[in-house]
């Protein structure tokens, strides 16, 4: 266990590589509850990323109270990330978490600054805030109550079932502000689920999860996302996964073709040479070189494919690529009325 200078101004000689002037470097946790991980606790200097402009996102502010995910599914589009703190995008990534423990803190004095605007603010959007982590840290409560008391929307994007914690307060929060919830479910064969996303709780969890919050009142969207080709794309597989969202009680799905960004390709290929070495040379010819979508042949014909099967289960069906436009939300509600998809692509 290391412990570092606390006064977040410093430059911090032994932080992170990369977090030097962002953070305070606390320490490095290790322990048997959560074993094979190591957690790099930081004071950040913010809570709020401003996303870049001009952008497709309905939003236009994110937090993400932690880097790194334990979920560890390969083809995360937020590894290239680990490689700025000089760790790499693989391993690392699952297992090398850098948790901002005074998330709350920062989060609240920012929101209380006279310029904030309380534009919609999304969770999730970059690694998964309920992840393995969040229970032993428990700071989304916190960020949720000062969203909330803000008088701030909001949304949250998760594969985590901890999220089934914090239904009591993100239903009080939704009686303050629009709050948007949001389960990323797109592996329906639990075979390759655990192969692909060995660190995330089982499809059948996360769909109990989206019941548990559509009872509690909320209009769940389900990010069908990333659809593989050549492994989920069939229209049985599509079908079958469907009609288990409906039946969670879903409102609305979200779909979008596998993206392999620069920082992911190398480490999704290598996934797939290790468990589907036949499907190899298919990708390397659906996403060649830099190319981190698939060709826009593939992505309209999987469209053709899916939309009708969306409406035929009674769902709302969006592309990742049809978001709305952003907007300020003025009008708190019970439940969230407007499905509202946010960033994170997976
Ligand atoms: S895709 Fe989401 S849940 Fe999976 S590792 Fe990345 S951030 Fe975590």
Request: net charge positive.
């Amino acid at each position: 266990m290391r412990w570092q200078g606390q006064r977040i101004d410093d430059t911090d000689a032994q932080a992170l590589p990369g977090m030097e002037n962002r953070t305070g470097f606390l320490r490095t946790v290790t322990t048997p509850d959560f074993a094979g991980m190591t957690f790099h606790e930081v004071l950040a200097k913010s809570a709020l990323n401003h996303v870049p402009g001009p952008s497709k996102m309905p939003f236009s502010w994110t937090v993400n109270p932690y880097r790194g995910c334990s979920h560890a599914c390969s083809y995360c589009f937020a590894r290239g990330t680990h490689t700025y703190l000089d760790l790499d995008a693989g391993r690392d990534f699952d297992s090398q978490i850098v948790v901002k423990v005074n998330v709350v803190e920062t989060l609240e004095k920012e929101l209380r600054h006279g310029s904030w605007r309380h534009e919609t603010v999304a969770l999730g959007t970059n690694t998964d805030p309920y992840q393995r982590a969040e229970g032993r840290y428990r700071l989304m409560p916190g960020i949720i109550r000062a969203l909330a008391e803000s008088g701030t929307p909001f949304s949250v994007l998760t594969k985590g079932t901890l999220i089934r914690r914090d239904i009591p307060l993100l239903v009080d929060a939704a009686a303050q502000v629009p709050v948007d919830v949001q389960l990323s479910i797109a592996m329906f064969d639990e075979t390759l689920r655990e192969a692909i996303e060995h660190g995330a709780p089982s499809t059948q969890a996360r769909l109990d999860t989206v019941r548990a919050l559509s009872d509690a009142g909320f209009r769940v969207g389900v990010f069908l996302m990333p659809i593989l080709p050549h492994l989920t794309d069939s229209v049985n597989a599509i079908d079958g996964a469907l009609r288990r969202i409906r039946e969670a009680g879903a409102d609305h799905v979200i779909y979008g073709a596998l993206h392999l960004r620069a920082g992911v390709k190398p480490w999704f290929l290598q996934w797939l040479s290790e468990h589907r070495p036949d499907l190899l040379s298919s990708y390397r010819a659906l996403y060649p070189g830099a190319a981190a979508e698939a060709p826009k042949d593939y992505r309209q014909w999987l469209g053709r494919r899916v939309k009708p099967l969306i409406r035929m289960h009674g769902l709302e069906a969006l592309h990742s690529d049809d978001r709305p436009a952003r907007a300020r939300r003025t009008a708190p509600e019970r439940v969230v009325r407007t499905p509202e998809p946010s960033a994170m692509l997976f």
